[in-house]
């Protein structure tokens, strides 16, 4: 791509281009004219905001995962579970914060099967790091949405370079007035990633994670939000797993550092995991900030009764 088309066009980083291409004078393919950008005029292009200046907002719209119809992964009892529990809305920043064997995988899947069920319009991306490459094939079989992933057995800098090429697609879609949803697996790894690759200060923290090395993982969560419609509308919500209970200093690390920054938490209990019920959600420590916005006043009330019910239950 030719510098000078890119200034003409105003390209940005995660652009879409469908242009026509030739050869230069050493016969090498380059792009001669863009015919459009993200499937629109390239004209608009230069009109679209820049995506750090859109003003984030609370969630107004539920993003609803309940679908009435039998789940592939899992009872339909799970997203129920969730809408009425911890309710994500569009723009969610959306944190799941999982021991090992605690039915995180379940949890995540449920999610995705909603959210692809129920809101086709929304551009849903999945992205894997440092997964294990059997749970990238599962979750590439299950047929929703576009799965992005760098398997364990990738260098470090591949998972940052994936992670950080789906964060520049999904703003560039946002500054387009469109609904974008990534679900994460996991943010910690993914931390542990930037902690290999990035050049350090010199100043390591407890566990042996360096000072600078959460910049990276802390903007692209905050990248979570929910543009007014008087601002260009749009949405990217992003869900995204926290592992503890590892025995891993450094995850505990992570973890303090990610707490309170999203304004939505899933805790799973491995107790309840353990004996078979499922999902193994807290009640009493899961919950969204001003969930009043996605749910009717009447609605409220009921959800309240509810949970009261249920956290007064022995677990």
């Known amino acids: 791509m030719p510098t000078q088309i890119m200034r003409q066009y ?17 016969n090498r393919v380059v792009v001669v004219d863009v015919q ?4 629109d005029d390239p004209a608009a292009a230069a009109r679209r905001p820049d995506f750090g200046s859109l003003i984030a907002s609370y969630p107004e719209r539920k993003l609803k995962l309940e679908t009435g119809r039998p789940a592939k992964g899992g009872p339909e009892l799970t997203r129920r579970a969730i809408d009425l529990i911890a309710p994500i809305g569009y723009g969610q920043r959306a944190l799941i914060v999982a021991p090992a064997r605690a039915g995180k995988t379940m949890l995540l899947q449920a999610i995705v099967e909603g959210v692809a069920i129920n809101h086709p319009q929304a551009a849903l991306l999945i992205l894997l790091v440092d997964e294990r490459p059997e749970e990238v094939s599962e979750m590439i079989t299950w047929g929703y ?5 760098s398997s364990f057995d990738m260098p470090a800098v591949r998972h940052t370079d994936v992670t950080e090429m789906v964060l520049e697609r999904a703003r560039r879609l946002v500054e387009l007035g469109k609904d974008v949803v990534i679900v ?5 790894r993914m931390a542990r990633a930037y902690n290999t690759v990035e050049r350090g200060t010199g100043r390591t923290l ?26 260009g509308g749009g949405s990217l919500s992003i869900i995204a797993t926290a592992l503890v ?24 209990d491995r107790s309840l995991s353990e004996k078979r019920i499922f999902p193994a959600i807290d009640v009493a420590t899961s919950g969204t900030r001003r969930e009043d916005k996605l749910f009717r006043p009447d609605q409220l009330e009921h959800v309240y009764t509810l949970r009261r019910g249920l956290q007064q239950m022995p677990s």
């Open 145 to 149: 949405g576009e799965v992005v992933a």
């Open 245 to 268: 209970e590892t025995g891993s200093r450094m995850d505990d690390v992570i973890f303090e550092e990610f707490k309170g920054t999203g304004n939505c938490e899933i805790k799973l």
């Open 10 to 26: 105003m390209l940005r980083r995660g652009d879409e281009v469908l242009a026509t291409t030739g050869h230069d004078h050493r």
């Open 36 to 39: 459009k950008i993200n499937g």
């Open 206 to 231: 407890s566990g042996g994670l360096d000072s600078s090395a959460m910049a990276k993982p802390k903007a692209f969560f905050g990248s979570a939000r929910s543009v007014a419609p008087e601002h």
């Open 184 to 188: 994460l697996d996991s943010i910690t």
